[in-house]
């Protein structure tokens, strides 16, 4: 039988991880990297016997590739405080890591928001690897790279995504800055397009292409705020090269 670890990073998470760690009891070892919680986040690691390890954040990718080295087991499975994994998907994933066919499966995350689970707003990210055929790369939206083929995974995992629409949009506003700044880096510059079009392909692509509208109000407004999240990218992209941050 395979082993599988689990890594989470978590800072100030006490009212997530508890119901995050008991939806993954299933796996041989979890490891919580932290960066330097001031809540009881790490009291409550350690309840479940989690192996815990402090970093102080700088960015995504840098935080879990530090934890990946202190796993054990031959597969790992990166879950956020805010996930959780249901007894279909944790059966799904038992099954992957002994009998299936690739290196690595992505999962489908379903956005929770306004007190649902929107379907037309899922993501599907890869999250359970092979330990040794892997690596996280990128600061905002970071990738992991895998050595071998992907495969996918049927069940969901519940994604408790946004607090509310205030933290939905704080947070776009927190991933902007990061977006920006790494566009400045690579010499981008800002157009009427980026400001304009983009938003509005990524409202149409969202609410439409992808049949947000199927969601009511809550896929409406989600698709606003990822249009409003592609302007305040190229707003603040602006403002860093006009050196008026």
Known sequence: MKTLSVIIPTFNEEHYLYRALYSVKFADEIIVVDSFSSDKTVDIAKQFNCKVVNRKFDNFSSQKNYALQYATCDWVLFLDADERITYNLQQ???????????????????????NRFLFHHSSNVTRLVVREKCRY??????????????????????????????????????????QAEQLQEKGKKVTYSHLIFRPFFRFFSSYILKRGFMDGIPGLAISGINAYGVFSRYAKLMLLQKNLK
Do not use: C, Q
Request: proline fraction near 3%.
């Open 92 to 114: 799904e994933i038992i099954k992957a890591i002994n009998h299936g066919k690739h290196t690595a499966y992505k999962l489908n995350f379903p956005h929770f928001f306004m």
């Open 137 to 178: 790369e990128g600061n905002v939206h970071e990738k992991l790279i895998v050595d071998g083929s992907i495969g996918k995974l049927k069940n969901p995992v519940l994604h408790y995504t946004y607090k509310g629409l205030e933290h939905y949009i704080k947070k776009r506003d927190v991933y902007a800055w990061f």
